[in-house]
């Protein structure tokens, strides 16, 4: 039994291992499978140097010991130009791809970037319109809002198959992040902010999505089912969605009230405008929005002196940025340079 202890040491873990699921490695959601691709993609050119570089250092090793005398040692070595372009010139290279390929997928995988294709070779048809759906993180359970659908769930995230969807997140209370693993990346929610996530899910099938930002004692039960769903199955499951009750004023500050594992609720009816007052932080009566008092701030403050008359939009234009305002309005204090007089043709620049 103590001879065979090692080998099954080695075996339980693997087969434990053998029923994980290795969901950022296997996703259903075209973005998501851009973003594997680009790990794979880094993680193939960094091997290019580090798997020579383990080979070399034991082939090294091995053929430079002390005890084989046919190896030629010479003390005076300290530099040879070949080696020199291969040290560095390989790294360089490898560093110049990863940038660009970073550089691009930056761009082609904004989250604020609405989609042009559901798949690759399968560009979104024209004149679609991406599902909007209204996400809030809650202490500690996640609401989903569907606003042209009318109904709204709790801990449950049901999307239809080759849809593009577009996501505006916020948060209620403290920051927080929506993360979907086999849908997209991850994408903070933050208290008075709105951020957007452009995603689509290309087949059938059950997943989970997390918060994955501590936020305290629900941190580790604050997921959702996310359910891939044909167009069949989406317009079922929205008509069971609307047997559910009312999601009003009452029913949300009651749902904002911390709680934890907090089972999946449907809700046929949504308030007017609660994303929008959620967003604000004025869901409860009486609370100002803080839109509206930013607005009247702004408003307040403007034509007073020291203040521009607006910053652009509707109410003006822009304000001139600080570098291209004249000398005279810059102004001066201990960490501003005064401004200086031209110099003249007499005038000559002194030397230390």
Known sequence: MLRRLPRAATIIPMVMLAGCDMVVMNPTGDIAIQQRNLILIATGLMLLIIVPVMILTILFAWRYRASNTKATYDPRFDHSMSLELVIWSCPLLIIICLGAITW??????????????????????????????????????WLFIYPAQGVATVNELALPVDVPVRFSITSSTQMNTFYAPTLAGMIYAMPGMRSELNAVLNAPGDSWGYSANYTGAGFSDMRFRLRGLDAAGFEDWIRQAKTGGALDTNEYLALDRPSIRAPVMRFGTVADGLFYRA?????????????????????????????????????????????????EEKGSGPNITAPQPPAGPDQRIPHN
């Open 279 to 327: 967003l604000n932080r004025c869901v409860e009566p009486g609370t100002p929005c803080a839109a509206e008092v930013m607005a009247r701030d702004m408003e307040r403050m403007r034509g007073k002196p020291g203040m521009p008359p607006s910053h652009g939009g509707t109410h003006g234009s822009a304000p001139t940025p600080a570098l291209l305002k004249p000398p």
């Open 104 to 141: 691009s997928s930056t761009h082609l995988l904004d989250p604020f970037r609405p989609l042009d294709r559901i798949a690759a070779g399968k560009p979104v048809p024209p004149g679609t319109k991406p599902l909007e759906i209204q996400v809030v993180a809650l202490d500690w359970k």
